[in-house]
Nanobody, 125 residues
Framework: VQLQASGGGMVQAGGSLILACVDT????????AGWFRQSPGKEREFVAA????????YYSDSVKGRFTISRVDVQNTVYLQMNSLKPEDTGVYYC???????????????????WGQGTLVTVSS
């Protein structure tokens, strides 16, 4: 697995961005995938995740209803559509791949073995 994230940028509050995470090794379909973010001075936090096969999704309470995670396995890509962005959504967003086996595990960064390089999202007020 070799993950490459893209799509970050600067946007005003209320705007939208879509992040993409591509597995250049072509094996993404065999893994669950997640997005995490980290803001200055804060720990890395869970944002959203999606299982393999059934595409079951999980979201943090802070983004539920605003963000949508999806995957296109034939493209080896996982997307994060982010709408109604808020300044508190600012941070470096990381995609990850792994084999979480429970809803709680999907929300834990320790369940993921492979990480992309991160892409910066800045939301101005």
């Amino acid at each position: 697995v070799q993950l490459q994230a893209s799509g970050g940028g600067m946007v005003q509050a209320g705007g939208s961005l879509i992040l993409a995470c591509v597995d250049t090794a072509g094996t993404f379909s065999s893994y669950g995938a997640g997005w995490f973010r980290q803001s200055p001075g804060k720990e890395r936090e869970f944002v959203a995740a999606i299982s393999m096969f059934h595409g079951r999704t999980y979201y943090s309470d802070s983004v539920k209803g605003r963000f949508t995670i999806s995957r296109v396995d034939v493209q080896n890509t996982v997307y994060l559509q982010m709408n109604s962005l808020k300044p508190e959504d600012t941070g470096v967003y990381y995609c990850a791949a792994g084999a979480p086996i429970s809803p709680d595990a999907f929300r834990s960064y320790t369940a993921y073995d492979y990480w992309g390089q991160g892409t910066l999202v800045t939301v101005s007020s």
